[in-house]
């Protein structure tokens, strides 16, 4: 165990890497150089826990969930793999006698982010707690060479840059497999053809054959030894089939498929590129997990007692008719007992209730692209018609089979072809079954299940935030870094003003630490005896940045039509990453960032008000972001973020939660009591009502509430300079366009709550404090080991 080794064999055994690696002395090596021989180090440690749980599948015969995800987005491995190992303080000790700062070491590591957001920072937490809960769960996804884009503000706007996160040292976590390397096939044509005993097996003509290459990393449980593997997948073009690939721009078009994370698909060459990325990870994958299940020698029919695959997002649902055709085509399976496999082994978890999750294919594209995989998707579709039809009413069998219109529907794909469908926060669950996938509760009632995000304390206490950790060591002992449950201790004590105090010197710390980043970053000076009041997450009109930009606004009108009104000071935190082709999206960065140099220049304002937008929000971001915040903005429409999982990190980390009815905010608010959490604006019956009337008119509210007229015309009067072309777009769509997401409508009530909440900052640090407290202790309900837990019992049936 990594636990054993002691300092001295730690230092020889990171200076001998060094110079295996470097050939240099540790007093002479660069931080990256020392990162590098560290991280490899590690690897060493865990090596044989790794193997032998890699091994023990087959040769132990357990039940494995393998978590198939198009993104993974971890951030940076190295403290977390130090803390689950049980030796950070050791290595950071024995480094420092050695004149090396760990941190540095920490500041050299790159970002893993092969995820855009919430669904891929999930994926990443569920893998920590599958090995921390020790259950035998893997990861399955690909290995882009480049990951989510590096974001440059320049003149205010968003500009991408590549982000080339594999340095000439590759990936130090991972271990390449080309042993376990698989072929995929793509294109080309197929007939089926009858073979002995009069079984048809399918014939490939003019197929094109990629090589699909593993990388697996391991996956550090929290001190109890157990090393789980997250595999991500690269194509490379085989040699015996080179000749399918003869000129250079052939080649650079296989190059392609593992380059980017989600390329630019409003073309149809970056469709295919899609869809070729989302085949090819779930061939590879499948591939191998059969292969190694046939290698327990038990009949395949039986796979369901031993497999479970997770389809997470509808981008792996093809994992469907691939497991179909590996047991079919490959094994020999017939047809129906393939099928109650692959039900009993598929699962499926649905991660938001907007319209372009539901991902469709169009059918011409998928048939040219995996003809075999269109095949047994007809085949799906037509028996799923034909057992249904007699059975409910023609529009249900028509809103739920696979292909309709020519489009091949992928969340119809995966809710038939598996045993469960969850979503990620009651509401959420609850508007699955009512709404989005309401035809399909008809039928299937028994697939639909809940399960609530969750977060990976560790991350988000521990290594976020090391001085509220070492708090909470001194006031009730260092039980909870093992048990998350034992926060709840911490309740005992919001009556004891000397704990309140301390835990008000740890903010002012955490908001010190980022002011300090602030200032090197921005050359801006935050006053943090200021409330810190932060909004970080994916640009998006539904999570409603604009509403927090139009609530700035007033202030600072408020305060140049009177600058003597008393204000408590603020501070207003932004960060958001926008999709490239996102427009609207664009324009709202474009806007914080001229709002935050019109309102940080004025000198008329001082520090009663300041605005910054953080570049680059990223997961390393987020944890010096959260340990500083003191009002956490949870604030999208009600009924459309499906969970959300910062508003939980921010919890942990004692901001107080100003929310709407949305996702788990409502969890937290039943975990916290409704005093401890600021809720405003509509609720998700509201929102439906209006849906249902069509009667929401924001011209009216626009026309008849003089303050909203004031803050919606500065987006257009000049009032902020060098936004005409957004500020008019921005107009346009809260009042020519219906504000779709109720801004207008919501505007006063969280106006009113932002007042509230700063009255009481100024006068009552101390009930503040007991709330953030409160807050603290609840969040141990938010742990993803309990999350992970229950998709294990409940979904995977596994151990
Ligand atoms: C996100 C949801 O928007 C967020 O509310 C949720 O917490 C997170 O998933 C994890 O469940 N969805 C995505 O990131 C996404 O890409 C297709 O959905």
């Known amino acids: 165990m990594a636990t054993d080794i002691n300092k001295a064999q730690f230092i020889k055994d990171f200076k001998d890497q060094l110079y295996e690696d470097f050939m240099v002395k540790n007093s002479d090596a660069t931080a990256e150089e020392q990162f ?99 259950a035998p769960g893997f990861g399955n996804g690909i290995r882009y060479k480049y990951g989510l884009f590096k974001q440059k503000i320049v003149n205010g706007y968003q500009v991408e840059l590549p982000d080339a996160w594999l340095s000439s040292e590759g990936n130090v976590w991972e271990t390449k497999k080309p042993h376990s390397a698989v072929d995929v096939k793509i294109y080309g044509n197929v007939y089926l053809e009858p073979h002995d005993g009069g079984v048809l097996k399918p014939v490939y003509e003019n197929v094109k054959t ?69 085949y090819f990870m779930v061939s590879a994958g499948l591939q191998t997990i059969v292969k190694s299940y046939a290698k327990m020698g038990l009949p395949m029919t039986a796979i369901q007692e031993k497999v479970a695959v997770h389809i997470n997002d509808t981008h792996p649902a093809m994992a469907v008719p691939e497991l179909m055709r590996i047991l079919m085509d490959d094994y020999g399976v017939k047809w129906s007992d393939a099928w109650t496999s ?202 409603r940045q604009l509403l927090n930009v139009m609530h700035i606004i007033k202030l600072y009108q408020d305060l140049k039509a009177n600058s003597e009104l008393e204000l408590t000071p603020r501070v207003f935190i932004f960060g958001a990453k926008a999709a490239p082709g996102y427009h609207f999206a664009k324009s709202v960065i474009k806007i914080i960032n001229e709002l935050a140099a019109l309102v940080n220049n004025d000198a008329e304002i001082g520090d009663k008000l300041k605005v910054v937008f953080l570049e680059n929000y990223n997961v390393s971001l987020a944890e010096l972001i959260i340990p500083a915040a003191d009002v956490s903005e949870q604030i999208s429409t009600a009924g459309k973020e ?15 939660t100003l929310a709407t009815l949305d996702g788990a905010n409502i969890e937290i608010k039943d975990a916290v009591g409704e005093d401890n959490i600021i809720i405003f604006g509509m609720d998700k019956n509201a929102v439906y ?59 006063d009530d969280y106006v009113k709550k932002q007042a509230e909440l700063a009255t009481l900052y100024a006068n009552d640090k101390q009930t503040w404090q007991q709330k953030a407290l409160i807050n603290i202790a609840n969040s141990e309900r938010f742990s993803s080991d309990d999350t992970i837990e229950l998709y294990a019992k409940e979904i995977w049936e596994i151990n």
Request: charge should be negative; hydrophobic fraction near 40%.
């Open 342 to 543: 692959t039900i009993a082994v598929m699962s499926y978890t649905n991660h938001t209730v907007l319209s372009e999750a539901l991902e469709k294919w169009d059918a011409a594209l998928f048939k040219e692209i995996v003809p075999r995989i269109h095949q047994i998707v007809g085949e799906i579709d037509r028996q799923f018609v034909a057992k249904w039809a007699s059975k409910v009413d023609a529009c249900v069998v028509d809103n739920t089979r696979i292909i309709r219109n020519g489009q091949i529907h992928m969340a119809n794909l995966a809710i038939i072809g598996g045993h469960s469908v969850n979503g990620v926060a009651k509401l959420h669950t609850e508007l699955l079954i009512e709404d989005v996938l309401k035809d399909f509760y008809t039928i299937f009632p028994e697939k639909f299940n809940n399960k609530t995000n969750g977060i990976v304390p560790r991350r988000w206490s521990q290594i976020a935030n090391p001085k509220l950790s070492n708090l909470i060591d001194d006031l009730i002992g260092k039980g909870w870094r093992r048990d998350i449950h034992e926060l709840k201790k911490l309740e005992n004590l919001t009556s004891d003003t000397a704990v309140l105090a301390q835990l008000d010197l740890v903010k002012t710390a955490n908001k010190q630490r980022l002011a300090d980043y602030a200032k090197k970053m921005l050359g801006i000076e935050l006053p943090v005896n200021a409330i810190f009041d932060v909004q970080v997450k994916r640009l998006h009109a539904y999570k």
């Open 36 to 134: 590098v021989a560290l991280a490899k180090v590690i690897k060493n440690y865990v090596r044989p826990d790794w193997f032998r749980q890699k091994n023990g599948i087959v040769a132990d015969k357990k039940k494995t969930a393998y978590y198939f995800s198009i993104e993974f987005l971890p951030g940076k491995m190295l403290q977390t793999n130090l803390l689950n190992l049980g030796i950070y303080r050791m290595v950071e000790a024995a480094l420092a006698e050695n004149g090396v700062a760990l941190n540095d070491l920490v500041a050299a590591e790159r970002d893993m982010a092969l995820g855009n957001g919430g669904l891929g920072r999930l994926a990443a937490c569920f893998m920590d707690s599958l090995a921390t809960i020790g």
């Open 642 to 656: 499906a969970s959300g999982t910062s508003n939980m990190k921010f919890m942990m980390n004692g901001a107080l």
């Open 689 to 747: 009502d209006h849906y249902q009337k069509h009667d929401y008119n924001a011209r009216a509210i626009y026309d008849n509430n003089p303050e909203i007229k004031r803050v919606v015309d500065a987006f257009v009067d000049g009032t902020i300079p060098n936004i005409h072309y957004e500020g008019h777009e921005i107009w346009d769509a809260l009042v020519s366009y219906n504000d779709e997401y109720f801004l207008l409508e919501d505007f």
């Open 210 to 278: 990629l090589h699909a290459v593993p990388y697996d990393m391991p996956q550090i449980g929290f001190q109890n030894g157990v090393v789980n593997n997250l595999r991500l997948w690269d194509v490379e073009i085989p040699e015996k089939y080179e000749l399918d690939y003869p000129t250079l721009a052939d080649r650079r078009r296989v190059e392609d498929i593992t380059s980017v994370l989600y390329p630019d698909d409003s073309s149809r060459e970056g469709q295919s590129l899609r869809l070729i990325q989302e």
